[in-house]
């Protein structure tokens, strides 16, 4: 067994122990088991992980996931008990944290740029970004777009993200725009 697999068998194992001490979540227990098969498909992120009344949420940070995902829980009022943790799947470690810094790790881009990279610099980032969110289908909740070009160039894919509510990617594509189109 590889040293990645090892690692997540140890998350698994931690993440089940918590929810039991925890006896969250009390409904929809079943999504504690899709949160520990979709471990595997993170592997290299921190992920923030909670643990609800009524089911549990495991969302990768700085990939550009919508943070409402998380937020809405959060601060939102739904009547529910919310234990927020951080699963940070190249450590194995599995960490209780406070609201505050389970929404400060979601509302990270999934990259910094700058206006001091050069153009192929800026281009390579946001490919990579965009590549990665459509392998992991992380867009979209009942269908995520699978190639950079079913969406189409940078302004589009702004355009998708802000109609689809993510304003994490939708300012991070806006930034992207800018420092790729100068004003001199």
């Known amino acids: 067994m590889t040293h990645h697999a090892d690692q997540i068998d140890r ?4 993440m089940e122990h918590v929810a039991a001490s925890l006896k969250l979540p009390e409904l929809y227990q079943n999504d504690l088991e899709a949160d520990l098969e979709s471990l595997n498909r993170f592997k290299g992120t921190k992920l923030v992980w909670l643990l609800r009344t009524c089911g549990t949420i495991l969302v990768p940070a700085q990939l550009g996931v919508d943070p409402g995902y998380i937020t809405h829980w959060l601060w939102g009022n ?3 008990d919310v234990v927020p943790f951080i699963v940070d799947t190249t450590t194995g470690l599995v960490e209780k944290t406070t609201f505050e810094e389970a929404e400060k790790l979601i509302m990270q881009p999934p990259c910094n740029i700058s206006s001091t990279m050069s153009r192929e610099q800026l281009t390579e980032q946001v490919t990579q ?8 289908r ?21 355009a ?8 994490l990617m939708a300012d ?11 004003r001199t």
């Open 11 to 14: 998350i698994k194992a931690t």
């Open 78 to 80: 739904h009547g529910q």
């Open 129 to 136: 970004v965009l590549e990665r969110g459509c392998e992991l």
């Open 138 to 158: 992380i867009w979209g909740l009942f269908e995520s777009p699978n190639s950079v070009s079913a969406v189409g160039g940078w302004k589009e894919w702004q």
């Open 160 to 167: 998708y993200f802000s109609s689809t509510g993510n304003r």
């Open 172 to 182: 991070f594509m806006g930034k992207a725009i800018r420092f790729a189109n100068p």
